[in-house]
């Protein structure tokens, strides 16, 4: 089977056509981000914000069209709404977005930040250098951790390329919109949640370019209806690219906590993330230590498979708090996968206690950056 062209799904798109400007969506400029890798195909249809929620048969019939042809696997469509401004800046059908992160964030001030997120009153950011480090398990029990303190929680999964809340929070199915505007977040022990994953199947690899990407993710924020939450708990995706990068400097994070493990080379990587953040003037909250030390579930023994301490010392070294480590025990990885988080499935265990723990920690310094007023905007510092 041969592999299907960018040309075979433009052709394919001009059969699809915009019901109130009367020419098909490629002739209108309306197609964006066009990416095809493998039989697998992604772009965005780009629309007035106003027209927006009576457009999905539109995004429908786009990706009816290209399903069709040979060689098509899968395929994702995403509405995109920009102004005029924005629009004129973003990238043609089959271009190679040539901007960097590093200018998506000037002439952005507080107040255009905060209006993403209404009703939030502070937005942590979850992140690590490197994957494999059990970022999106520490995330999720650090969200339910708060809410058993009695906050009001929600969990944003801007991890697109490889989601994981879903299955981790326990939730199934697609959100709701009331008013065909705004989504409503999945709600599970307490947590509102939005993630790619309620919106495309598990199995559908993510293939968007950057700008797609930031779209997506501040569509999940302003789109949704997240209503009064004391903190928003953002699982990053992992790295330092240019979707990390921009996301500190489009949301008005109030501080990020870096989650490493103990050994050398995810140090490494931790550094190079907690160093991201203060480039965008993002407070780092502190260093947590996941797999800190192995627990043998059958005799109780202890080894430091990974070594140990090395995010203590890290952390004082980068002179910022050292949260807290939290070991590596089969009872923490079966209840995440099974979507039963021990913080809420084994209350009671010392787990459960090492991540309410760290909660109080975080939540202290989300109080004292909030008494103390809220980030006002990125600063870029360039070297």
Known sequence: MSEVSQAQILDALRGVKDPERGSDIVALDMVRGLVVKDGHVGFSIEVDPKRGPKLEPLRKAAEKAVESLSGVLSVTAVLTAHSAAAASRAPAAGTQARGHAHGHGHGHGAAEQKALVPGVRSIVAVASGKGGVGKSTTAVNLAL?????????????????????????????????????TLQPMTNYGVACM????????????????????????????????GELDTLIVDMPPGTGDAQLTM?????LTGAVIVST???????????????????????FGIIENMSYFLCPHCGGRSDIFSHGGARREAEKLGVDFLGEVPLHIDIRETSDGGRPIVV??????????????ADKVWAKIEARIAGGQRQGPRIVMQ
Do not use: C
Request: charged content about 25%; aromatic content about 6%.
């Open 145 to 181: 951790a708060l809410a058993a303190s009695g906050k009001r929680v929600g969990m944003l999964d801007a991890d697109i390329y490889g989601p994981s809340q879903p299955r981790m929070m326990g939730i199934a199915g697609r959100p709701t919109s009331h008013d065909g505007k």
């Open 195 to 226: 993630s790619m994953g309620f919106l495309v199947a598990e199995d559908t690899p993510m293939i968007w370019r950057g700008p797609m990407v930031m779209s997506a993710l501040e569509q999940m924020l302003r789109d949704v209806a997240w």
């Open 248 to 252: 500190s400097q489009r949301v008005p």
């Open 262 to 284: 103990p050994q050398d080379i995810a140090l490494l990587d931790a550094r190079k993330g907690l160093n991201m953040f203060r480039k965008v003037d993002v407070p780092v």
């Open 345 to 358: 499935s084994r209350p009671d265990s010392e787990f459960a206690k090492i991540y309410r723990s760290i």
